[in-house]
């Protein structure tokens, strides 16, 4: 598929949080002994800035969607290629049988074209804490490299990201999406 | 932020009272019914211009959010005095006020006077009152500061109105793109300011102890790092870009170290780190996920999830390494540990048959007492004088903020129209 290289600035502005003495205060009456400083905040937001660098990123297709750039079979439905999504059970990194085949058909792709890179994406659903499910979707796609791994795929064609439940693919609140969301992404690079 | 303009503010205990002005809603939905009675009237205005800002509403709003008050709607009130002279005690008896919260606002070249007392109803004294001068730019933080003078004065608990939040929110940009942004704003979620954005996600943001930098993740490279960023100048560091992850920073409550989960040798592991040397210590070395480390505000020992165990549960050991203990044993799923600031309270995410509320273990007692009734909280953050708990949490393909009292007895929320709102924390 085409790396679609896009430049991803981060902007970052300033926000002035310290305290300047711009309210005054005096107590009233004789009551409270005590004075608190009533020095206001002042909310000064500067000019943000873009950085300079840039970052350079990639779109990335990944999901039932074609790979264009790669051969037909990797479109053709019948054809485990096709197939660029792995689902997981929940709170599990275990790969389930049905997606055996399809492993094994990218990892004899990727045997063949050595040159070939691939990132596993994992991810997770939105439900329990997020860094965990960060660890979980790094989990999953660490299941995926080591099937591959040991159908004799290079480690240096494995690139593994995990993006926890922060990417979903589908963006309802009910096991419908979880069951999509709880899944790794086979994501073919360059070409 | 257009879409900041589109929130609207609404409701008090069980019934709506839309207020002037729309940009976000506060909602309560359970108030305590130990609570103290208060009535803020209306403050007096004398000025060219209409007040800019109306403090009596306000600090009335701080006050009944703050869970220890019960505010008085205006329309139930029979005068709406704005000088001592005018109070008449015994309406406000007749009324089962405690406290009467009075003041008015003078206009000046542009400069706005305000004076505020607070009476005894039933002494017939005075328990407080100040003058202070704003400009009108100043004036939605001085009336926070009111209620800060109030709430310590009358609760003898530090206020924690003037305080700030932070927070992600996440926005469709249409075309399968998404904006993430974290945003600083005033606790009622006033005043929102973006202080960096991206289209890959942002996520862990955590305050510094000293509240002038917020450390956080980014996956704007496409892989994760961490970042240390000052407020004050929007500056920042790249503090951690190891191979695999690089999450859940927490920072040590001297400012000193940031806790951190790598997977960087295999498994996520909690490890510490210095921030002036970089020096990296590991702490944990399970072949499980250990994540989500949180320091005791002594310093002296960490709390992280793991689910060494099968499931995910929380663990504690000391901040410098050695012998791990299980801390909780009640529910499927603890997680996303955080300490109260006196230590004596831990808040976590809690799954149980699928929901997942927040909770409080007693450090004391080690009993676990469930504070909400949502499906998918999460995020919990301690008010700085430890008296509500902050979360995300969402109904109806809604996220939202929430708070709760640790009595669980007070809940109120804050919903953010239009974009995802998620892992709010609340500045020391």
């Known amino acids: 598929m085409k790396l679609n290289r896009t430049i991803l600035a981060l902007a970052i502005s300033a926000t002035i949080l310290t305290a300047c003495g711009t309210t005054d205060e005096e107590e009233l009456g004789l009551t409270d002994g005590s004075q608190s400083n009533a020095a206001g905040i002042n909310d000064a937001s500067t000019s943000g800035f873009n950085n300079g660098s840039g970052f350079s990123g990639s779109e990335m297709g990944g999901g039932f969607g074609s790979a264009g750039g790669l051969g037909p079979e990797f479109s053709d439905p019948s054809n485990p290629l096709s197939k660029q999504t792995i689902y997981f059970m929940l709170d599990s990194s275990q790969v389930q049988q049905d997606f055996v085949p ?11 074209n050595p040159g070939q890179r691939i990132v596993l994406e994992g991810h997770g659903d939105e439900r329990g804490s997020r860094e965990y499910n960060i660890a979980l979707g790094e989990q999953r796609a660490k299941s995926v490299a080591s099937m591959m791994k040991v159908q004799g795929v290079s480690d240096s064609q494995l690139e593994i990201v995990s993006y926890g439940e922060e990417k979903p693919a589908a963006f309802g609140h009910d096991e419908s999406s979880w069951e999509l969301n709880r899944r790794v992404e086979l994501v073919y690079q360059g070409n | 932020m257009s879409f900041f303009r589109r929130m609207l503010l609404v409701g008090l205990i069980g019934f709506y009272a839309p207020v002037n002005h ?75 006020q405690n406290y009467l919260v009075i003041g008015q606002v003078t206009e000046q070249a542009g400069q706005y006077n305000i004076q505020f007392q607070v009476f005894d109803v039933y002494k017939g004294t005075q328990v407080l009152g100040y003058r202070m001068t704003s400009p ?34 996440s926005q469709s940009q249409g075309n399968k793109q998404r904006i993430h942004q974290l945003q600083v704003a005033d ?43 000052t407020l004050a100048t929007g500056e920042r560091q790249k503090v951690a870009e190891f191979p695999g992850i690089n999450g859940a920073p927490a ?38 996920i250990d994540t989500e480390p949180t320091w005791s505000p002594d310093g002296s020992h960490i709390v992280f999830t793991s689910d060494r165990g099968g499931k995910p549960q929380l663990y504690i050991m000391p901040s410098t390494g050695g012998q791990e203990k299980r801390l909780t044993f009640t529910g ?11 230590g004596k309270n831990l808040a976590m995410v809690h799954g149980n048959r699928g ?13 676990v007492n469930v504070l909400t009734e949502g499906r998918l909280d999460e995020s919990p953050s301690f008010a700085p004088n430890g008296s509500l708990i902050l979360y995300a949490s969402r109904k109806g393909g809604v996220g939202y903020l929430s708070a709760v009292s640790i009595d669980g007895k007070m809940q109120q929320k804050l919903v953010f129209d239009s974009s995802e709102v998620r892992e709010p924390a609340w500045s020391p």
Do not use: C
Request: no cysteine.
């Open chain 1, 102 to 112: 399809v492993i094994a058909a990218h990892s004899q792709y990727l045997l063949a």
């Open chain 2, 22 to 96: 729309a940009e976000m809603s506060i909602e309560i939905t359970e108030g305590i019914e130990s609570a103290m009675p208060i009535a803020v009237v209306p403050f007096g205005f004398q000025g060219s211009t209409g007040m800019p800002v109306n403090i009596g509403s306000i600090v009335n709003s701080d006050l009944g959010r703050s869970g220890y008050f019960k505010t008085l709607d205006e329309q139930n009130m029979l005068s709406r005095p704005s000088t001592a002279e005018a109070v008449r005690f015994n309406e406000w008896q007749a009324l089962g």
């Open chain 2, 136 to 169: 009108a730019s100043e004036l939605r933080r001085t009336a926070h500061h009111i209620s800060d003078i109030i709430f310590e004065k009358l609760t003898g608990n530090k206020g924690i109105f003037s305080g700030r939040i932070i927070y992600i929110t």
């Open chain 2, 187 to 229: 606790v009622d979620g006033f005043n929102p300011q973006t202080i960096a954005s991206s289209p890959e996600p942002l996520m862990s943001p955590a305050w510094s102890p000293d509240g002038r930098q917020v450390a956080y993740v980014s996956f704007e490279r496409k892989t994760a790092a961490i970042y240390v960023q």
């Open chain 2, 251 to 288: 920072w040590s409550p001297d400012g000193q170290k940031l806790a951190l989960t790598l997977s960087k040798d295999g498994n996520p592991d909690i490890y510490v780190l210095n921030l002036s040397t970089r020096s990296l210590t590991k702490l944990t070395q399970s072949y499980a």
């Open chain 2, 332 to 342: 499927d799923y603890n997680a996303g540990a955080s300490f109260s600031p006196d």
């Open chain 2, 355 to 367: 929901d997942y509320r927040i909770a409080v273990m007693d450090m004391a007692t080690r009993t």
